[in-house]
């Protein structure tokens, strides 16, 4: 019954801002974040955050987006400012926990598409 809903996607132009937003049901994960694929390109990271606020940013990221998230509502942030045309790609919010004996979930939102025009 889990399921990561994304919203916030759209058509932005370059140097313009969107705030991507993903909101989990049920448990609360160690692990989430966001990763994004171009058409024809193998899907990436682009930010994770814990359940503590540590994150993690892609290079090609880092200074323009920032990660966050509300354990109260079970929801994962994604601030995107000086958007470039190269961002442009379906972003895909991404959970993770580690269950009894130490089996491993993975869940994938179905996606938000961001386009960015020059």
């Known amino acids: 019954q889990v399921q990561l809903v994304e919203s916030g996607g759209g058509l932005v132009q370059a140097g313009g801002s969107l705030r991507l937003s993903c909101a989990a049901s049920?448990?609360?994960?160690?692990?989430m974040g966001w990763y994004h694929q171009a058409p024809g390109k193998q899907r990436e990271l682009v930010a994770t955050?814990?359940?503590?606020?540590?994150?993690n940013y892609a290079d090609s990221v880092k200074g323009r987006f920032t990660i966050s998230r509300d354990n109260a509502k079970n929801t994962v942030y994604l601030q995107m400012n000086s958007l470039k045309p190269e961002d442009t790609a379906v972003y895909y919010c991404y959970a993770y926990s580690v269950g009894r004996w130490s089996l491993k979930y993975e869940y994938w939102g179905q996606g938000t598409r961001v386009t960015v025009s020059s």
């Open positions: 049920g448990r609360i994960f160690s692990t």
């Open positions: 955050i814990t359940d503590d606020g540590s994150s």
